[in-house]
């Protein structure tokens, strides 16, 4: 790459002198290492920025993870970072660092689509409030990622088991070219796995965070229910769902997520869930005095050797940083919510989806959201008691989860799974015991890589905590990081 100058105030001796970054050690180090160098000034935002893209540039067309670009307005803004540093100021903890933003959430003046025909032209007024609190603290926005439609459709079309978009197409995973992302947050993980943005911002109302971090071996966080605002999401705040619906930051080091989490979070006043609770450091948490339950399967999945191993590796570090580890898993609790959940999510025959479309006037739907809509609502006292039976077990997980810290699990049955599945093959990444019963519980859950499969591929853990315990999370995951390795750079 190319060096150039800082816009503004730098001498030649100032510039002759900064030790150079490669533009491969600039796009593999952290969010946070990144916004440091910047702040040093031995990168510039410019610099930055060109970097990101030329990396998208060589793998996109492989991946198809990043659907939209911005990459002028992108440097026109580092120009302007770059500008401001040279007069001693920054925007904010994120000055001049290279982002990606899922489609399904908002951006001013990028084509949003959030993967339904009838946006297909759609450019917000405005950004989703997410994204306008990371531009104001300095990120620069490069593009937007693929999610499929609503984030609600699985791969689009059945027999597909990847992030799929009916506007856009299939992701691929960097690992393996013929491997599933997981989703809906696909595009987003794959493209940081990748090296093409420093971090990705996604939406997760199943596992749709924390299953593509476990498929494209990164970080991410899906935070307690009420933490972060929806506004701005294409499936927002409100309604029965309303808890299950959660954003949160995908990145390749865990400190990026403990970077970004309170950037994002807190009241808008627009989210009327949103509870305006302390943010916990997670630096403050004492790892040896944390209680910290694991189980290796739900027993109700065929879930992989290797998988299973990854969280017994994880139960061992823990326990050997101090941790009082304990095997546990109160499987007719687990049951008795994922049976629920699994009942609520079908009750109205999916007719949210249908008057988002009419909302959007988006006619040609995806075909598996098609289907899904065949089916036959139950009737409202059925429904009710669906509430009530999602309220008991919500008590009475809270009830269990009062003993321990944190516990550890996998986050799904397998790595991830072929694209082409086929209509009589397993269905998708399998996380559903693991990941959606979380999406109910409200309860904080992080995903971070603890090893590899025999074909090469990464294997996550998830890391769950009692509510409003983010911190914990977090700390957990980035000593497990620290143990097991975390991120490792793909081949592509």
């Known amino acids: 790459m190319r060096r150039r100058d800082f816009i503004g105030g730098l001498g030649a001796a100032a510039l002759a002198a900064r030790p150079a970054l490669s533009e491969e050690s600039i796009i593999y180090m952290s969010a946070t ?4 160098r910047i702040r040093e000034k031995q990168v510039s935002a410019t610099e930055a920025v060109k970097a990101y893209i030329a990396r998208i540039e060589a793998v996109n067309p492989k991946l198809n993870a990043v659907v939209q670009t911005c990459f002028e307005r992108a440097l026109e803004e580092a120009k302007t970072a770059d500008a401001l540093l040279a007069a001693g100021k920054t925007k904010g903890p994120l000055h001049g660092v290279p982002m990606t933003i ?11 689509t959030g993967g339904t025909v009838g946006r297909l032209n759609y450019v917000p007024k405005q950004d989703a409030t997410v994204v306008a609190r990371l531009r104001a603290a300095g990120a620069i926005l490069l593009g937007k990622t693929n999610t499929p439609e609503y984030t609600l459709a699985g791969g689009g079309i059945a027999g597909v088991a990847t992030t799929a978009s009916i506007i856009y197409g ?24 990748a090296g093409g943005a420093a971090f990705d911002i996604g939406s997760d109302w199943g596992g749709s965070i924390r299953g593509p971090a476990h498929a494209n071996g990164i970080a991410g966080i899906k935070p307690t229910s009420g933490r972060v605002p929806r506004t701005g999401h294409i499936v927002d705040y409100g309604g029965v769902f309303d808890s299950w619906q959660q954003l949160g930051p995908l990145a390749r080091r865990v400190e990026d997520l403990i970077l970004i989490m309170p950037l994002i979070a807190g009241p808008d006043f627009k989210d009327a869930a949103i509870v305006p609770m302390p943010w916990l450091d997670p630096a403050k948490v004492e790892l040896p005095k944390l209680r910290v339950a694991f189980f290796a399967t739900s027993g109700n999945t065929e879930t992989t050797a290797e998988t299973m191993e990854g969280v017994r590796c994880a139960s061992r570090a823990l326990q050997e940083a101090g941790c009082t580890v304990e095997e546990d898993y109160p499987k007719d609790l687990m049951t008795q919510m994922s049976e629920v959940c699994g009942k609520l999510t079908r009750a109205d025959a999916w007719s949210g989806l249908q008057r988002l479309s009419d909302k959007w006037g988006t006619k040609a739907i995806s075909p598996t959201i098609v289907e899904r809509m065949k089916g036959e609502q139950v009737p409202i006292t059925e429904y ?3 509430l009530e039976k999602q309220d008991e077990a919500r008590s009475k997980l809270l009830r269990w989860v009062k003993k321990y810290d ?15 599945f086929g209509t009589s093959g397993p269905r998708g990444g399998g996380g559903g015991d693991y990941l959606g019963i979380h999406n109910s519980t ?26 409003w315990r983010e911190d914990v999370v977090l700390a957990v995951c980035r000593y497990l990081e620290s143990r097991l390795g975390g991120w490792q750079k793909p081949a592509i």
């Open 33 to 36: 290492r990144l916004a440091a």
């Open 102 to 112: 899922k489609d399904s959430i908002d951006t001013e003046g990028v084509i949003s």
């Open 170 to 193: 299939i992701s691929r995973n960097p690992y393996d070219l013929t491997r599933s992302t997981s989703g809906s947050s696909g595009g987003a993980g794959a493209i940081v796995a």
């Open 384 to 386: 009710t008691e669906l």
């Open 406 to 420: 944190a516990v550890v699990s996998p986050a799904s049955i397998r790595p991830a799974p072929a694209i082409n």
């Open 442 to 467: 409200g309860w904080p859950a992080g995903v971070v890589r603890a090893s590899t499969s025999p074909e090469g591929l990464p294997i996550g853990v998830q890391v769950v905590a009692q509510p």
